[in-house]
T-cell receptor
Framework: DAGVIQSPRHEVTEMGQEVTLRCKPI?????LFWYRQTMMRGLELLIY????????DSGMPEDRFSAKMPNASFSTLKIQPSEPRDSAVYFC??????????????FGPGTRLTVL | SQQGEEDPQALSIQEGENATMNCSYK?????LQWYRQNSGRGLVHLIL?????REKHSGRLRVTLDTSKKSSSLLITASRAADTASYFC????????????FGTGTRLQVFP
């Protein structure tokens, strides 16, 4: 099993540009989560999906952020336009359907985004 | 706001010593989980303890849970340099709709 796959691993862009981050969850997992991690704010949940449907996007900081999950094997997080304060490491995680109280999450390697 | 708060924020020990990290949370939970994050990597699940459990072991890891105090501890025995990482607790709140709330993390440095 390849685990959760994210691309790109590193992204450097200029303020105002559109950024698209991609995620492929583990096959068979029903949940997909997008997180952002910074030194100042720690690990923040941005949005999560269940069976491709967005369930909670209350963590999405602004309208500049959007996320989609067109099918069970692919999700994108888009920032348009990007700003320097968006610089962070963005993680995607997936989780199988909760059974008997077990809902561990499997994280991808992350995308380090730098907005100049 | 984050539910889990860990202490200490940072911990430095020598190889062979034990490392203890604590996590406090605010609301009732289904379970509590611990994750490890090596520098530049994603988080890796270590262990899960359910709300009706008080202690759980996995190799050199020992986790305790006190729901009356809303706290948990992670003990790593006989630490190794490879244990150097950040450790996060994550809670699955009752009625929390399947999302986890992560704590602020403890940075552990194990010196050889």
């Amino acid at each position: 099993d390849a685990g959760v796959i994210q691309s790109p691993r590193h992204e450097v862009t200029e303020m105002g540009q559109e950024v698209t981050l991609r995620c492929k969850p583990i096959s068979g997992h029903d949940y997909l989560f997008w997180y952002r991690q910074t030194m100042m704010r720690g690990l923040e949940l941005l949005i999560y999906f269940n069976n491709n449907v967005p369930i909670d996007d209350s963590g999405m900081p602004e309208d500049r952020f959007s996320a989609k999950m067109p099918n069970a094997s692919f999700s994108t997080l888009k920032i348009q336009p990007s700003e320097p304060r968006d610089s962070a490491v963005y993680f995607c995680a997936s989780s199988p359907q909760k059974l008997a109280g077990y809902n561990e999450q499997f994280f991808g390697p992350g995308t380090r985004l730098t907005v100049l | 706001s984050q539910q889990g708060e860990e202490d200490p924020q940072a911990l430095s020990i020598q190889e062979g010593e034990n490392a203890t990290m604590n996590c406090s949370y605010k609301t009732s939970i289904n379970n509590l989980q611990w994750y490890r994050q090596n520098s530049g990597r994603g988080l890796v699940h270590l262990i899960l303890i359910r709300s009706n459990e008080r202690e759980k072991h996995s190799g050199r890891l020992r986790v305790t849970l006190d729901t009356s105090k809303k706290s948990s501890s992670l003990l790593i025995t006989a630490s190794r340099a490879a244990d150097t990482a950040s450790y996060f607790c994550a809670t699955d709140p009752l009625g929390g709709a399947d999302k986890l709330i992560f704590g602020t993390g403890t940075r552990l440095q194990v010196f050889p």
